[in-house]
């Protein structure tokens, strides 16, 4: 792990560049540096290099990690980027400050609810299958601006925006364009799209929160 600065280092210059390159304003790419599969251990170089915003794909991976970091970095920002299901709801609610997956009315109902219980209203991300690969979560895009408009209205959820997996075998920026455009046209503001691959991709489609594991931490 004596790599993590170094090539933190070097995702942080190549967001730069790319903010140059498409004309984005730096303060409104945000780094999620994805720790999952990663333990306590590899992370802290890259809290010690000021890195503060995380993504973790399972709930109970990060109820297990993150405590005992955040009582050393209270200002850290996590994100959950997996599949929610029900039953992990109120933990979620407990361990991240926001949840990009939210992907039907079922979760969105039970995020709602602990919320409520909780008085800790996360802002939240909308999940879209774009490729509308039949194995993978998300909303399709025909069924999005009914569960907005549920999660919005009957639910009272702080919806700040969307976010994709694009297919792993096609050419992301049709899917980065796509997210873009829905998010526009449905009046939200953040698009967490890209990853290690792709972000710059995405920095020029118009991403504010890119999601980036392998290229700081190395392969899982
Ligand atoms: C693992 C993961 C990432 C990071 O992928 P890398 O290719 O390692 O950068 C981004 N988003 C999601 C949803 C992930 O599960």
Redesign the pocket.
Known sequence: MEEVPGRLEKVRHSIARACVDFQRDLGDVSLVC?S?NFDAEAILPALRAGQRVF?E?RVQEAATKWPALRAEFPDVELHL??PLQSNKVELAIDVFDRIQTIDRLKIAAAIAEHSRKKNKLLPCFIQVNTGAESQKAGVSVEDLPALLNACRHDLGLNIEGLMC?PPFDRPVTPHFALLHRLARDLGLEKLSMG???DFEQAIQLGATHI?????IFGSR
């Open positions: 994805v999952k993504g794909n980027i997996g997996i990853m290690s691959a999601r980036v594991g392998s290229a």
